[in-house]
């Protein structure tokens, strides 16, 4: 049984034909529509979508494995949160990709004090849209340490295996409400072409009237999936991988790129 979906169906056919959907629309990212508005409107798709990727399988085990990246062993900016952990790359695996023996040793091992120095310069608290433009330059533009950290785990001159979709989910994993997921569903379902530069097109998707009215709309699907641990970088992360690849529930894989 899916709580809440049915009074929320009900709601929404309710609706009358003519409201005027409210669409983000922004220069880098394909039109992401989270209207509350509409017969069985988007947002009530979305809103499933949520509460769909909760679901347990009938083993007993999640029916997608990437519900438990964020809780997993208590969760990434919880326990040890300027530190990344056994447990945090085992939570990346859970949202289909895998960190290279070589790059785990070196991530947990050689360069984990570097990490844990560079994580204790980004707060936990921080949240993607609630930055200003100074706080968004400090703690994630170029040479910030969010971005010196994802230099680190790319290893460019001495590669081993970790790709930008990696990279983006083991921070993600750390300051979920700051790094946004970035992987190959992603990009297909809002035209981003590749990781470069995608924090700050985010960022701006927070901003402005627009942004509000998209936060808004991001909280009310979260809210009324009944998951409110979620931060609201997952929540859009969740609807675009279940719209984009949700129906593939046992080839839960995306592309790392380069």
Do not use: C
């Not at 922004?26 to 209207?35: C, F, H, M, W």
């Not at 809103?47 to 997993?72: D, L, M």
């Not at 707060?123 to 533009?141: C, I, N, Y």
């Amino acid at each position: 049984m899916l709580s809440g979906f049915g009074s929320y169906r009900l709601a929404m056919g309710r609706a009358r034909m003519n409201d005027q959907l409210v669409t983000l629309r922004n220069r880098d990212l394909k039109p992401l529509d989270l209207s509350s508005k509409g017969p069985l409107s988007v947002f009530v798709v979305r809103v499933w979508h949520i509460e769909k990727y909760f679901e347990t399988a009938p083993n007993g085990r999640p029916q997608y494995s990437g519900s438990r990246f964020e809780n997993f062993e208590g969760g990434g900016d919880v326990v040890e949160p300027n530190r990344i952990t056994a447990a945090d790359l085992i939570a990346v695996s859970m949202l289909s990709v895998h960190v290279p023996g070589q790059a785990a040793l070196g991530i947990l091992e050689e360069l984990g004090d570097k990490i844990a120095e560079l994580l204790a310069q980004v707060p936990v608290g921080l949240r993607l849209g609630e930055l200003s433009a100074e706080e968004f330059s400090k703690f994630l533009d170029t040479g910030s340490p969010a971005d010196k950290l994802w230099q680190l785990l790319r290893q460019r001159d001495d590669t081993w295996g970790v790709g930008q979709t990696t990279a983006s989910k083991i921070i993600a994993r750390k300051r979920p409400h700051l790094v946004p997921i970035y992987d190959s569903v992603v990009a297909e379902q809002t035209g981003l072409h590749g990781s470069g530069g995608q924090w700050r097109i985010w960022w701006k998707a927070f901003q402005g009237e627009a942004g509000q009215a998209f936060t808004e709309r991001i909280e009310g699907i979260r809210e009324a999936a009944g998951h409110p641990q979620l931060s609201l970088l997952r929540v859009i992360d969740i609807v675009l991988w279940m719209e984009g690849r949700g129906g593939e529930r046992t080839h839960e894989t995306v592309g790392d790129g380069e």
